[in-house]
Each structure stands twice: as structure tokens, then as C-alpha cells.
């Protein structure tokens, strides 16, 4: 009879259906325990690393939906290593540091297990060594979040989103940001490059930044806007905390490594800058590049460049006259625009054939200081 069929029928989708509910359900709390266990072997790994981290409760929640990991003060951090300083290494490795925050939690759906979702909002602490002295900063931010994607090879798609971060020093202003996004893709890298070139698309844009006072910046430290799109090209390869990073950084510029800059913008005291160019590594591990830009509030930077002394009267007179003579004036009565080139070389910045200023050494972690750059 067709209602034995249908019956039949029912019997069979439901069993499908609780079948597949237990499963699910199954399959959730292995996820869960599995999550919480591999916070767990990850503290411990970098423990062995030499790094500290530790939390003070894990707990699993969010049945049925995604599995959230509740991380209770969760704090990492890194101690100078004990081992002595090689001879001739002006950088041994990197300064030690050390992190906390009140809570951060950890979301990942049973459908898509390879996409995890990091949240911390609320009151973060940073400690740092900058030139041998400790600095706190401590403050709030209302939105931390970061989306990792991982693939068999390690992450593919990192997003990161901050807003509204401030977080004092002490003596003074610390670093803020209204808002900022960290974008970072690996794609596949072009047909010509070697078989173990990373190919990395890096995407940055923040509003309302705050740099922290131990930057010396030539024209203060508030940053209206940023905002960068690049590709990092050649084989590279450099674990966070590795103090072989000079090494490995010249073995990337030996194979042709380059960050090809797409789009910067950038508003910065008087100046408004937009360029797309090159930056490579010289065999000092110092940037060099070259691009070409389009610039607006050109004079009162150099004014204020020449009042703090970074560049001398001379050089400000001759870049103005050359900058003037190359501007153009708005059709809409705007302020003047000059496109010229910009380039990097020997650590100064030339805008057009006028060196505008030096720029300060950069020391990688196990880098050996040559006598090509001097430690002015």
C-alpha cells in the first residue's frame, strides 16, 4: 500500500537525518577538543622555541554553531637568549618583548575547518627593549580581528582589522589608530620565477595612525592616512623571532627578490604622496628603489625639513627651485602637483636628481655592521 511506501519513506530520511545530526555533533566535540588541545601543543612548541606563553583557562564553547575557544589572559612573549653574542654581530637577535591581554577567542566552523577567526578585543599590554630600555605601552582597542586561512603549507590568506587601538606610554603618547587593515594573500607566483619563490600580495591601509614617539620621524608622528598595495616576490623564507633574518634576507636579494609597490598613498604633515615603483635589498642589506611619484605640499615640507635640520639651506633652496620649476597648478585652483621620480640609494633619498636626506641604517637581527654603513 502506497502509505507503507510513504512511511518507509519517512523511516529512511530520518534515520538519514539523525544519523547525519550525530555526525555532526560528533564531529563538533572532536573539533572542539581537538582546537583545545592544539592551543595547548602550540604554547608548548613555542616554549621549545624559546618563547613564553601561557593562559590562564581554555574553554570550548558555541554547540551548535562554531567552535569558540574562550582564552583567558592569554600572554606570549620572547627573553634575550643566554647564549653569547658571535663576534663581530652588532645584532644578535631579536629584543625581548612580551605581551598580554585580558581575553582573546578563537572561532572555527566544523564546514570549513581550515578558516580560523581570532578576536581580542578589550585591554591589551605590550612590554619592548628599544635601544636597551623597557617600554610599556598599555590601552584598549574595540575591535581586534584577524581570519587565517590555512592550506597544507602553512596560512594562505591572513586579514587582520584593528579599531579604534590606543595604547599610552609611559611619559607620553603611544601609538593609536582609528582604523587599520592588514591584508596579506600568497598567489601563485610567476611562470618565470624559481620553484620555491613566494609570491605574496601585501595590502595595507589604516586612518587617523599614531606612530610611537621612539621613531624618529622628520615632520611628527601622526599619520592622517596610508594606504599600500604591493607584491613581495622571490624565494623567502624567515620564521618570526628567527635571528637569522640577515642571512636569509641576502639569499632572497641574491635570487632577485624584490616588493613591487603598486599603489602607496600617503598624507603626511604637509605632504600628500601617491607613487608605484621598486624596492630591493643593496649588498649592505639597506632599500634601494625607485619610483615615481606625484606629490602635493612640497614646499612646506622642505621648509620644515630645513627648520628641524634634517636638510641644509642649500639643498632646501635647490629642491624648491627644481620642484617648482616641474609643478603644475590645478585646473581647480588646488595645490600645486610635481611628478618626478623618487629613488633610494647609499641610504639617501633623492627626489628627482636633488638628494633630499639621509636616511638612518636599518639592522637585521645576526646582521654584521660593514664599514659601508656607518652607524650615524
Wanted: hydrophobic share 45%; charged share 20%.
Amino acid at each position: 500500500p502506497r502509505y507503507l511506501a510513504l512511511i518507509r519513506t519517512a523511516i529512511v530520511a530520518g534515520g538519514l537525518v539523525a544519523g547525519l545530526l550525530i555526525l555532526y555533533v560528533v564531529g563538533w566535540f572532536l573539533l572542539a577538543v581537538g582546537a583545545r588541545d592544539g592551543v595547548h601543543d602550540w604554547m608548548a612548541a613555542r616554549e621549545a622555541e624559546g618563547y613564553t606563553a601561557s593562559a590562564q583557562r581554555i574553554e570550548a564553547g558555541g554547540f551548535p554553531g562554531a567552535v569558540t575557544l574562550s582564552i583567558r589572559r592569554p600572554a606570549l612573549g620572547r627573553a634575550r637568549p643566554a647564549a653569547p653574542v658571535p663576534a663581530g654581530v652588532t645584532h644578535p637577535g631579536p629584543e625581548p618583548w612580551a605581551w598580554e591581554a585580558d581575553g582573546l577567542s578563537l572561532a572555527v566552523s566544523p564546514l570549513t575547518p581550515s578558516h580560523y577567526r581570532i578576536m581580542a578585543p578589550g585591554r591589551h599590554r605590550l612590554g619592548v627593549t628599544l635601544g636597551g630600555q623597557p617600554e610599556t605601552f598599555e590601552g584598549t582597542v574595540a575591535a581586534l580581528t584577524a581570519a587565517v586561512t590555512w592550506s597544507d603549507d602553512g596560512p594562505r590568506d591572513v586579514d587582520l582589522s584593528v579599531a579604534q587601538l590606543v595604547l599610552q606610554q609611559a611619559g607620553g603618547p603611544g601609538v593609536a589608530a582609528e582604523r587599520l587593515d592588514l591584508s596579506a594573500a600568497r598567489f601563485d607566483p610567476p611562470a618565470e620565477a624559481q620553484a620555491d619563490a613566494l609570491a605574496l600580495r601585501l595590502d595595507l591601509e589604516g586612518e587617523g595612525l599614531r606612530l610611537p614617539r621612539f621613531l624618529d620621524l622628520p615632520m611628527g608622528h601622526d599619520v592622517p592616512h596610508l594606504r599600500l598595495r604591493s607584491r613581495l616576490l622571490g624565494p623567502l623564507a624567515v620564521t618570526p623571532g628567527d635571528a637569522a633574518w640577515a642571512a636569509r634576507l641576502a639569499a632572497w636579494r641574491d635570487a632577485g627578490g624584490v616588493m613591487e609597490v603598486d599603489d602607496l598613498k600617503i598624507i603626511y604633515g604637509p605632504l600628500t604622496l601617491s607613487a608605484d615603483g621598486t624596492l630591493a635589498l643593496d649588498a649592505d642589506l639597506q632599500p634601494v628603489g625607485a619610483f615615481t611619484a606625484r606629490i602635493q605640499g612640497f614646499f612646506d615640507a622642505v621648509d620644515l625639513l630645513r627648520e628641524k635640520g634634517l636638510i641644509r639651506s642649500r639643498a632646501a633652496t635647490t629642491a624648491k627651485i627644481v620642484l617648482g620649476a616641474l609643478s603644475k597648478k590645478s585646473a581647480e585652483g588646488g595645490a600645486a602637483t610635481v611628478s618626478l621620480p623618487v629613488t633610494v640609494q647609499d641610504r639617501t633619498l633623492f627626489t628627482g636628481p636633488v638628494p633630499l636626506m639621509r636616511l638612518p641604517p636599518l639592522v637585521w637581527p645576526g646582521m654584521e655592521m660593514p664599514p659601508s654603513v656607518p652607524t650615524e
